[in-house]
């Protein structure tokens, strides 16, 4: 599975051409975003110029995807991570950490803008489809 973080889906509905051809290069049945994405697309529409028009965007494409929720596994995954990183002296956002805990108990492969920021988290799957 791909799991697309909310600056994917951005991308996607901004329409950059490289992560749509990644997206259409995919099943249906592979491309997921979880419901904190789906939270924060609708922020981003309500905050938008034109809401309604920007709901209905998100609502379009939120109805492509599989939208997956916390369960316990990437409850207790979020927890260790933090923990992890603590440790490390590195830290993400509630956010993040909820969305790498997504990705690692679907055992789905991250696709975000900022694959970066997630390069040591161990076992963590993550790919930028900006790039080529």
């Not at 509630?94 to 694959?115: K, Q, R």
Request: charged share 20%; glycine share 6%; proline share 2%.
């Amino acid at each position: 599975m791909k799991l697309l973080a909310s600056d994917t889906c951005l991308a996607l509905l901004q329409g950059d051409s490289q992560v749509i051809r990644h997206y259409r290069s995919c099943t249906d049945a592979e491309v997921a975003t979880t419901w904190l994405c789906a939270g924060e697309l609708y922020k981003t529409a309500a905050g938008s110029a034109d809401p309604e028009k920007h709901f209905e965007l998100v609502t379009r494409l939120l109805r492509t995807l599989r939208v997956v929720s916390m369960n316990l596994t990437a409850a207790q995954l979020m927890g260790e991570l933090q923990v992890f990183l603590h440790v490390h002296g590195m830290n993400l956002s509630g956010s993040a950490s909820a969305l790498v805990a997504c990705a690692l108990a679907y055992d789905a492969e991250l696709i975000t803008i900022h694959a970066i920021r997630y390069a040591n988290v161990p076992g963590l799957r993550c790919r930028d489809w900006t790039k080529r």
